[in-house]
């Protein structure tokens, strides 16, 4: 659970290694297996199964035992006389307010029931219905006579009142107003001895609310059990200025010489699995947008340790979960506009496609099967390979400095610079998907027997296409598979892989020299207005053929000629559309410069979206792009949109920009870096560990030890600098959660709203309280 004192923002962090639903009740952790069986946890015994695998026994389900909630109560005895002068008691029960009740089908309109009983008598009132809401505020008091009157003799007085008075309870019922037939829902309940108020006549406190006690011994059922692993943290997240220090150690990871010497990098060498440390550093420098420096830095230095350019990225990583999550995050609205469609069509046609003659069905058709399996396999490369312009901007330009990277190491092999990507892009993101879609939200469930089979064929199809491998067939198993795949063993099959990976490898580019020669993203004969570059120039149209690469934008008067006119990259700061009425002339786009904007006539509106699609693609990025843009030409001394004269004046007309918007997320980077202190916390004895293996290093000159060759350092002094930085920010907020733990512990009343009264803790709290004056523990 993360909290922030004082008001601060917070939430449960709960997970589970299961595909069962999780509900957290207030004090319980309830995972539904069925309509037949349930197994719940209380969150105080939570710890105790913390990351181990443990079998839960399943326990009836019932309306009657899911609750959830609490209830804000007050109880007061008081003394009465009466008209004839005689003694009687009152108990006045006051009820407050209820806070998290459940939604029952959609509604919740709670009322509650206040019930006096005893052995002999059982005494029924009812607050007002009150609708809408979940939270309600009753503040509804309700008498009840206690004792018969006597006379009063303050000596026998308790005498003769104690023997019914511990008899007695209040009874508290929480309903949900129901128009249904079948009537009201039982949303909890809570009982009160009234000896409670032994030692003080008023009490005042918040309990949870607690299931049916019907009086009835429960039989007992095997449902049999469930293995899970729940991993539960429990974390207080602190004002933002107490976390800059570790923070700040964090963000400057990407400038540090080595880069095995940053915090961040350090994180991944301490922590058990690298996939706990990619996961809030990925979340944190996306916050802060430094991500792809980040992740361009410690995909360099892991390219520069790597001796065989087909290992590339083949293990798990701190790199390559870094890059995975960052997928994972960025990529989820690309996956919906990519693959759901189809996805969708396959889960609910249910096609045949097995193609493994040992598996196939009565009445199955081999060949038909493998018709309808790379129909499948063709779409899905299609839609992939042609999804280019939806790539998202940040993993676009971590696939750029992936592939400079790869191409910068292994220059004598040609394929590297496309290896580097498409081991993420296809192997470790769409075929990914594909097989498992209700992972990426492209599906709400887990797919049935035949088409989780259908999905699998497709993954291994799609990830072999990918990824451009020499001798494709053989890199299947089953001889079913490489003989299907032979119908894929083509070229154009590979050249639109690559074409693929040029592009969304292509917009990170962010100065002018590379390692590399220009990529050919797209060329073709259109026709062009003359710019006017000379002052007395006929500013006529003439066909030229266009030519762009990750580098410039260019025009010749043949193919193959020295360009008559280039435009680098970086000063492209918008391509638009240019209306018809400009030149009364269709499919016309603009290619806006710094100095003018150079329009350009495409031979139909398709080619002309292209066009414009990829253009933006590329230059995306360019840190002078413009928001506002004129939609007409400047012809005649004035712009024909605004009329406006001046032909520098700023545009009219807000930029479209033609691609998705960036990625949005709902991120606390307060709440990341409590993370990351509570991993460094965790891992404390592995990091000192570190630092021996630092000190160790710079010592002494020979055979590494055994005991440190798990560690990556490369630096050892500026190594061992940094981790003795992180030790002291880590001991810092150690103290400070130590004096929170303190405070809090001091301030937090038993039966407050931040402590409410359970169910055992509630015969414990009568029991103290039978016993002393005090009312918090």
Not at 254 to 260: K, R
Not at 625 to 632: D, E, I, V
């Amino acid at each position: 659970m993360l909290s922030r004192p004082n008001g601060f923002k917070g939430s449960m962090i709960l997970c589970q290694r299961s595909s069962v639903n999780v509900n957290y009740q207030m004090e319980l952790l309830q995972i539904a297996v069925s309509v037949e069986g349930k197994v719940a946890i209380k969150k105080e015994e939570l710890q105790k199964y913390h990351n181990r695998d443990t079998w839960f026994p399943l326990q009836p389900v019932d309306a009657d035992s899911e609750v959830q909630g609490k209830v804000h109560l007050e109880l007061r005895l008081s003394e009465v006389i009466t008209d004839i002068g005689t003694i009687c008691h009152k108990l006045g029960t006051r009820v407050i307010e209820c806070e998290d009740l459940p939604i029952v089908n959609g509604q919740c309109d709670p009322y509650a029931t206040v019930t006096l009983s005893s052995p002999s008598r059982s005494e029924l009132k009812k607050t007002k219905v009150k609708r809408k809401t979940n939270n309600p505020q009753f503040d509804e008091v309700f008498y009840f006579e206690v004792t018969r009157p006597c006379s009063y003799n303050r000596k026998s007085h308790f005498d003769v009142e104690e023997e019914h008075v511990e008899k007695m309870e209040i009874r508290i019922d929480l309903w949900n107003a129901s128009n249904l037939k079948f009537g009201d829902e039982f949303l909890g309940e809570l009982r009160l001895p009234l000896k409670i108020l032994k030692q003080s006549s008023s009490h005042q406190a918040w309990y949870f609310l607690q299931p049916r006690d019907n009086g009835k011994p429960n039989k007992p059922v095997d449902l049999g059990s469930l293995r899970l692993n729940v991993v539960y943290t429990e974390d207080h997240v602190f004002p933002s200025q107490y976390y800059d220090p570790l923070r700040d150690l964090l963000l400057k990871s990407a400038d540090v010489e080595p880069v095995s010497a940053s915090a961040a990098h350090v994180l991944g060498e301490v922590c058990r699995e690298k996939q706990e440390a990619a996961v809030p550093l990925v979340r944190l420098f996306l916050h802060y947008s430094k991500i792809v420096p980040f992740i361009s830095a410690i995909a360099n230095a892991e390219i520069n340790r790597t001796l065989d350019p087909n290992t590339i990225f083949r293990g798990n990583s701190l790199t390559s979960k870094c890059i995975d999550e960052t997928m994972k995050l960025a990529g989820r609205h690309y996956l919906q506009v990519t693959l759901k469609p189809i996805v969708d069509e396959i889960c609910g046609m249910h096609k045949p496609c097995e193609i493994d003659p040992v598996k196939l069905k009565d009445g199955e058709n081999l060949e038909s099967n493998m018709d309808n399996l790379r129909q499948y396999v063709e779409r899905i490369f299609n839609v992939i390979t042609k999804s280019g312009m939806s790539c998202p901007t940040v993993m676009s330009d971590i696939f750029f400095s992936l592939r400079e990277s790869a191409a910068k190491r292994f220059q004598g092999d040609a394929d590297v610079r496309y290896t580097a990507v498409s081991s993420f892009i296809f192997l470790r993101f769409f075929a990914p998907a594909i097989l498992s879609p209700n992972l990426f939200q492209l599906y709400p469930h887990h797919p049935d027997p035949l088409t989780a089979r259908t999905l699998t064929l497709v993954s291994k199809t799609i990830q072999t296409l990918g990824s451009l491998s020499k001798s494709k067939s053989a890199s299947f198993k089953e001889s079913y598979m490489a003989t299907f795949y032979e119908h894929f063993n083509e070229q154009k099959y590979t050249e639109a892989v690559r074409n693929f990976l040029d592009l969304i490898s292509s917009s990170g580019r962010k100065d002018h020299k590379s390692i590399e020669q220009p990529i050919v993203l797209k060329e073709g004969f259109m026709i062009k207005r003359a710019q006017g570059r000379n002052r007395f120039g006929i500013k006529n149209f003439k066909k030229r053929w266009f030519r762009l690469t990750n580098h410039e934008f260019t025009y010749h008067k043949h193919k193959g000629d020295h360009p008559l006119y280039n435009i680098p990259i970086e000063n492209i700061l918008a391509v638009e559309k240019l209306e018809e009425e400009s030149f009364k002339m269709k499919n016309m786009f603009q290619v806006i410069q710094p100095e003018r904007a150079l329009y350009i006539q495409a031979n139909n509106c398709v080619e002309a979206k292209d066009w414009i699609d990829i253009l933006t693609k590329v230059s995306q990025c360019n840190k002078k792009r413009l928001t506002m843009y004129h939609p007409s030409a400047y012809l005649n001394g004035h712009w024909l949109c605004c009329k406006t004269s001046a032909d520098t004046a700023p545009g009219c007309t807000p930029c479209t920009g033609g691609l998705p918007a960036n990625i949005q997320l709902d991120v606390d980077g307060d709440r990341e870096t409590e993370h990351i202190y509570s991993l460094y916390n965790n891992y404390r004895t592995k990091l000192e560990k570190l630092q021996e293996a630092c000190g160790s290093k710079s010592v002494y000159d020979g055979p590494e030890q055994e005991e440190y060759s798990s560690f990556i350092i490369d630096d050892p002094q500026e190594t061992y600098k940094v981790s003795k930085q992180i030790l002291a920010a880590v001991q810092t907020l150690e103290l400070q959660h130590a004096q929170y733990t303190t405070n809090k512990f001091k301030r937090t009343k038993y039966g407050s709203q931040e402590h409410p009264i359970g169910d055992k803790s509630l015969q414990c709290y009568i029991t103290q309280n039978s016993g002393s004056s005090t009312n918090s523990v």
